[in-house]
């Protein structure tokens, strides 16, 4: 008898509910605050995914995860302020061009 877990693949909304406990025990604020168990699977035909490994008793599941990456057309039309597909050019830009509101009293200087 062989007491090696069965592995599988499965989406992150398809999980079961074992699974998705099992998920949010070991991710309790969500996986982006553990972006480095994030990993890019290829597939034979050339597309790709990303999964985190979720283990339960009977067996340990890669959770796909779906990830927007930017690809180089997406980029250019930003760089020419063609955020949207609609030529909207809030609808996926930085949120604020203000990043001084995103420092604290704790940031130190080295202009003394």
Known sequence: MSTEKRRAVISFENMSEELAAAFSEKYPKGYMDYIHDLVKYDKPNGDSFYAVTVEITD???????KVKTDDAEDIERWLDGEDGEDGDSDSEGLPDDNISQYSSDDDTTDAE
Request: no cysteine.
């Open 59 to 65: 067996a340990i599941y890669l959770v796909k995860i």
